[in-house]
């Protein structure tokens, strides 16, 4: 029942910040609306690419709590910092959206960085405590669990070398987070097609 | 278990989406409040639409999660991937809410067509894929599985019609998206009254 | 399973619709922070009104759905005529909030009051369809189902007085709005304190 | 069935508000965004003190909903009340953001310090109508019951002092929140390791 709230919390919360992105989408007026509609397009690749990568996010929390037996005050307060890191993505969001293309790229291809590379060490915090302090269900498949060890190893130090990239090369880094999110679906949706759950019945 | 968290998360995203709307009805001064209030009505009818719209969504959505028995990595995806086109309509609705019966209607008319079109692909992909993968329950009915195939066939060419028709006559464009809506919550009343379900006994 | 969903995305909805109320909270700039923290009072007054009404609205359906025992779609899309209404309070919520005590407070309190009314007016129309269209649960109590129908009479007319006063006296209007819920939340806690149901064991 | 969806209502204020408060940081531009972005640490603070403190009633509510059986109308509208604060505290957060360090940070964390006062005051308020009124489970543990009820008791007396120093020392006060908080959530990750719950299965 537990484990239940909790998870609704946290769905939640991807939800709200999924769906605040939206608010960061804005036409700045110069011209007639068709042209300032297209010229606005950093907003729409900020807010696919945002979108994307907290759906990336949400599937794998998902993943990771189907693991999960049961849980202890550490490691709600662990997922709380986690959904702090989370609920902070539309501000870098926003900034992508204002500023790719422009002079001032660096700074928020840096601060959007900074905000994944959070989100992925906590994430990972989140699921390291999870395995030391035995709070897997008894019957956790070992091969399942060494997968999801192992497949979030690459997640921090990736997103820590696109941050990086950005105090060069801003546009490549946004690049960079783009690729990260599609190679992360296509790669789940052709591998990944054996099915997740037993359903509702 | 896994269907529930799933349709937990659409959810919220539908009432988030749904209910982010109202934060796009805006005054803007001009003469009285009550002159002003009553000039705002392309705000009004903007909200309306795109809350009709986004109910009807999440009913058929509503409809086409009964049939499902399982998912998988690619229907997780297919499915954030329409929320996607889900969260965004409260961006063109507020276009429409600034632009309707002005000049500039077209761009916002066709925005908001080629959103709805795009969302209106999306699930159908999300049901077509559901089928193909055979993640229907294994007692499906066949009549309701061929009836949503059926009724899902519309929608795209309608919405991309009306999405045309904003390039030459904005408002009756707009009247089409109120019509589409329109036409289904009086047709399903109608037609629809059989019981849906057995309720939560 | 399905009464569960509904249920789901019209707490959803409540929710959102209640918490969105913040962001109408704002203070004008005109003289020292503290000073102008006290004269932005008209604010916390409409946050407290709404919070409270919605609140009360929310109670109230989830007194009725605890007698439905299915759905049909007619009655789905009453319920999202109902949430309509529901999520547009933040609106005439600003509006009072920012003229109440001015000169325009009349169309205002007229606006905030007409919203109230058609929400009132929805929320009967729910109840009454599901009576008449024998969608209650087959064990529903009768004289739980009549006490019902009984007192969701007074709330529309009520509430249509409020608004017609609002055109000669405002500030009245608004006392009036909140009387209605000051008196509803008082009435309940003292005469409603029988269990309202057996919890979650 | 019915305190699921009183929780339901809850987490979703909760996972709003806590959501909502990414919406007030903001970047006044003054000079090169690099240099904003670092002027704005006052904005940071504010979303970490407030995401914890927000993060931390949730945990609390969590445990307090862990020992009731059943509720009455009274306790719901105690819950309107105490959500109706929680949904509070995003407006104060915006005025730490805008005026810590500054020359009126005092009104602000003032502000701040009354809605958390005022938050402590509704959730003790929750807990012992609980108790007085029997709402707890039958097979509620006494110690945890009194364990409870002792660890609400210093909670609004500590914001009040806090609030009260904002009067004189602004800038310790909201040091005094955020330490309430990190302390509190340090506390328990080392003292309240054991197992929260028997999980999902």
Not at 45 to 65: D, E, P, R
Not at 75 to 87: I, T
Not at 173 to 200: C, H, P, T
Request: glycine share 6%; hydrophobic share 55%.
């Amino acid at each position: 029942v537990e484990t239940t709230r909790l998870e609704t919390f946290s769905d939640g919360v991807f939800a709200i910040a999924v769906t605040l992105l939206i608010l960061e989408v804005r036409v700045d007026r110069s011209g007639s609306l068709a042209h300032d509609l297209v010229a606005a397009w950093p907003s729409y690749l900020a807010y696919v690419i945002s979108f994307l990568t907290i759906g990336i996010i949400w599937v794998n929390h998902h993943t990771v709590f189907g693991q999960i037996g049961r849980v202890d005050r550490t490691f709600l307060f662990v997922n709380v910092l986690f959904l702090m890191a989370v609920a902070f993505i539309p501000f870098p969001t926003s900034l992508i959206a204002e500023h790719l293309g422009e002079e001032e790229a660096t700074p928020a291809a840096f601060t959007y960085g900074l905000t994944l590379t959070v989100t992925a060490v906590c994430f990972s915090a989140l699921w390291f405590y999870a395995v030391r302090a035995k709070l897997l269900r008894s019957d956790a498949d070992p091969a399942t669990v060494a997968g999801i060890s192992r497949s979030y190893l690459p997640g921090a130090p990736l997103y820590l070398t696109a941050t990086l990239l950005a105090l060069v090369l801003p546009n490549l880094s946004v690049a960079m987070y783009a690729g990260i999110a599609l190679f992360y679906v296509v790669e789940s949706s052709i591998f990944g097609r054996k099915v997740v759950e037993g359903g509702r019945s």
